[in-house]
């Protein structure tokens, strides 16, 4: 090859050099100015972004005079809520809304017919709505004390409502009432209340408390709503804070039937639990006769040898460890204790005539309490 021929090659690559250097310096500006168009872009919508959930966040009018009825039904969700606040004019966005009370974990709301306005900032709403301040007075309240039964709660809500006790508790235990109530609280009715030993589903499940209903004849599924929406809003923070223990809801909720049971008004309940976590702990059955006398569905003044015979997944003289579900339900009191057991070495516990409850933790202290107390008594 001749030094002509070399040099026009060498030429030749030079500007084909030449132009793959200009051709990456162009794309390089391409890449660059796409790159700072995008972040323009994104700093853009984000900024509007914030601004817009800002101002959806503001008071309708902080000005305003005017207050409007807004009225809440029982069961209503969040986005139920969120439309109805909007439509109404005292919010300005209801998905903002609904977003913010889910990221502020808010809940409880009460049904009723509240009196607001677009002047009212978006906590204040929600501390209204969290407390029931309404504008209509209850048609009546029903109250559901601690430590009652399911059956004992139907024909407490039968006689509220003109209803009879047999339809209410029929439609208590109805399967496909029970699906319905579980498709709208699953993280409270789960299938736990499925298994096949649990005599009632929604027993325990019905929180006992004060509560109050805006019209005459709420249906069964409205007082229902109403007691699982309360049952779920108290046990929430105590399965939070039994993190250490990892109890499910209806774990929970069944220990802490068994404590309500148990417990007498000088009993420590937090003692009573010790005594069960104890005799899980080590193995021992729980031998509580309130779980034979729910076996038997009756209610005795004393328990006799022969009831502990009784064939059934509630005998804890029987079986070890929780029973099935819950016997009844249970008041905070109950459920404080069934998550905060005090320390001790306890495994037997005796209640007296007087009411008081003795503590011991040999079976030989335990006679020797019952001698003294019951047998030497009678």
């Known amino acids: 090859m001749s030094t002509k021929e070399t040099h026009s090659k060498k030429e030749v690559i030079r500007k084909k050099m030449l132009e793959h250097q200009s051709e990456a310096r162009i794309v390089r500006r391409i890449v660059l100015t796409i790159t700072i168009v995008t972040l323009l872009i994104l700093v853009f919508i984000g900024g509007g972004g914030y601004l817009y959930i800002k101002s959806a966040l503001q008071p309708v009018d902080k000005d305003s005079k005017v207050q409007k009825k807004v009225e809440i039904p029982i069961g209503s969700s969040v986005t139920g809520i969120s439309e109805k606040l909007e439509a109404s004019g005292v919010i300005k966005n209801a998905k903002v809304f609904k977003y913010y009370v889910k990221f502020k974990n808010?809940?409880?709301?009460?049904?009723?017919?509240?009196e607001l306005s677009p002047s009212m900032e978006i906590p204040e709403i929600i501390n209204r709505l969290k407390t029931g301040k309404v504008l209509q007075k209850a048609a009546f309240q029903l109250t559901i004390p601690e430590g009652k039964q399911l059956k004992e709660i139907a024909q407490i809500m039968a006689k509220a409502v003109n209803k009879t006790e047999e339809e209410v508790f029929n439609q208590l235990n109805d399967r496909?009432?029970?699906?319905?109530?579980?498709?709208?609280y699953?993280?409270?009715?789960?299938?736990?209340i499925l298994n096949p030993n649990i005599k009632y589903p929604l027993e325990g499940y019905l929180f006992p408390a004060t509560y109050p209903f805006y019209k005459q004849n709420p249906t069964i599924e409205e007082m229902v709503v109403t007691m699982l929406a309360q049952t779920k809003k108290v046990v929430s923070p105590y399965l939070a804070e039994s993190s250490d223990e990892k109890l499910t809801a209806h774990q929970l909720l069944t220990m802490s039937s068994l404590i309500e049971e148990e417990a007498t008004e000088k009993a420590d309940r937090k003692d009573i639990s010790s005594v069960f976590y104890n005799r899980i702990e080590q193995g021992m059955p729980l031998q509580t006769d309130p779980t034979v006398l729910y076996a038997q569905g009756k209610h005795k003044e004393r328990v006799l040898y022969e009831d502990l015979e009784v064939n059934s997944p509630y005998n804890t003289y029987k079986n070890k460890g929780l029973p099935p579900g819950p016997i009844a339900n249970a008041g905070k009191d109950s459920l404080e204790a069934a998550v905060n057991p005090s320390d001790t070495k306890y495994l037997y516990f005796l209640a007296t005539k007087e009411g008081e409850v003795i503590f011991t933790s040999t079976l030989d202290e335990h006679n020797a309490a019952k001698a003294?107390?019951?047998?030497n008594n009678n």
Request: aromatic share 10%; net charge negative.
């Open 186 to 192: 699953p993280d409270l009715l789960t299938t736990d």
């Open 372 to 375: 003294e107390h019951i047998t």
């Open 176 to 184: 496909t009432f029970i699906q319905t109530m579980m498709g709208k």
């Open 106 to 114: 808010e809940a409880g709301f009460m049904a009723g017919e509240y």
